[in-house]
């Protein structure tokens, strides 16, 4: 069972019961099934809990939407720490969070990209800094997560897989984790599918195993009305255009808007059109017919590689955002941690800022950010 648990099968691991294993508690039911999964597999196990983001200006229903540590997420978690007769500890690292992951994920917008703050999140912040601390503090073994994904070992090191659930997978969120990080990892849900784990929950009597799924951003439930009041200054109203320069209309701010868009850009022209560009240097959206969307190249910068860089170009898919489908194309490693993608087939919906991850059958071999 404890190989199972942890998603690893190492020789010279220690036995569970002299294995500490700390778990990244949400209060949601994915990561109290981990919890519990190694509970009963004999793991010394403990809970931690981060607070990542304090909002001065978020009223009380907006802090019921939003899942990031508040009361109700703290109350679950503890509820579920106590059935399962381990420790739960709560660390508040807000100042890092909004240092790093929110200023980046404002940065991003106002400079005309659409980002992903999770990959920010997973490889600067929450992965590394609950790692440390489990390591430092107790002397942890491994830092558990909830996370739809799987590891595996070979003599070069840990590979990271797909999520056994294709619908729930998330290796795409740790494509850009380090592999110093992912050798301390475990994803003891990582082999299950969705309804498999809230049966397990159900079998635990966890007290969280009806709770509904969480939203996609952790800090706010409307990036919109968020960009307002953390980046007002920098969302100044400007021109779209069409692609001769032709002015249609007037955008609220560039954060507003990404490519592909045909909503809400409040044109009143009989000719549908769509956000093919974003240009910060003119602070102008521009617009065409469908038939201008569609990219089969383009570069990715930081790009992370869980193994040894690729000696050369490769063939491998390519998935472009997190609900994207994968799309087959050959990456040419350039200069530093940059790459090129020739896709097989054109894009519409090519992003600047989103992630750009790789594939090759059920094996991520990490990602950059779409230039």
Request: net charge positive.
């Amino acid at each position: 069972m404890h190989v199972l648990a942890l998603q690893q099968d190492r020789p010279w691991q220690r036995p569970p019961a002299e294995t500490t294993v700390v778990v990244a508690m949400s209060g949601g039911v994915d990561s109290s099934v981990a919890a519990a999964r190694l509970v009963e597999a004999g793991y010394r196990v403990r809970g931690l809990m981060l607070r990542l983001w304090a909002d001065p200006w978020e009223d009380l229903e907006q802090a019921r939407e939003n899942r990031c540590c508040t009361l109700e997420a703290i109350t679950d978690a503890r509820r579920v720490a106590d059935l399962l007769a381990i420790p739960l500890e709560l660390v508040n690292i807000s100042d890092l969070f909004r240092d790093t992951v929110v200023a980046y994920f404002i940065r991003e917008y106002t400079q005309g990209r659409t980002p992903n703050p999770c990959l920010v999140c997973n490889r600067q912040v929450r992965l590394p800094v609950m790692l440390e601390y489990a390591q430092q503090t107790w002397g942890a073994d491994f830092l558990a997560t909830g996370h739809y994904a799987r590891l595996r070992w070979t003599p070069a090191g840990v590979q990271l897989l797909r999520g056994v659930d294709a619908a729930k997978d998330q290796s795409y969120a740790l494509s850009m984790v380090p592999q110093r990080v992912l050798q301390r990892l475990s994803f003891p849900v990582g082999g299950l599918t969705k309804p498999q784990v809230r049966d397990l929950a159900r079998r635990f009597g966890l007290p969280v195993a009806t709770k509904s799924e969480s939203q996609d951003l952790c800090f706010t439930s409307d990036y919109r009305a968020f960009l307002r009041r953390w980046a007002g200054d920098a969302l100044k109203p400007g021109p779209i255009l069409d692609l001769s320069g032709r002015e249609l209309g007037q955008h609220q701010g560039l954060a507003f808007y990404t490519i592909g868009q045909r909503k809400g850009l409040g044109l009143r022209t009989p000719q549908r059109y769509f956000v093919v560009a974003l240009e910060p240097d003119r602070n102008a959206v521009i617009v065409g017919p469908a038939e201008a969307l569609g990219r089969d190249t383009f570069e990715a910068r930081d790009v992370n590689w869980i193994s040894e860089p690729p000696p050369g170009p490769f063939r491998a898919s390519v998935k472009i955002r997190y609900k994207a489908e994968d799309r087959p194309a050959t990456v040419i490693p350039l200069e530093g941690d940059r790459v090129r993608v020739q896709l097989d087939a054109p894009l519409r919906d090519v992003t600047p800022g989103q992630g750009a991850v790789f594939y090759q059958d059920e094996v991520c071999l990490g990602g950059g950010f779409i230039l």
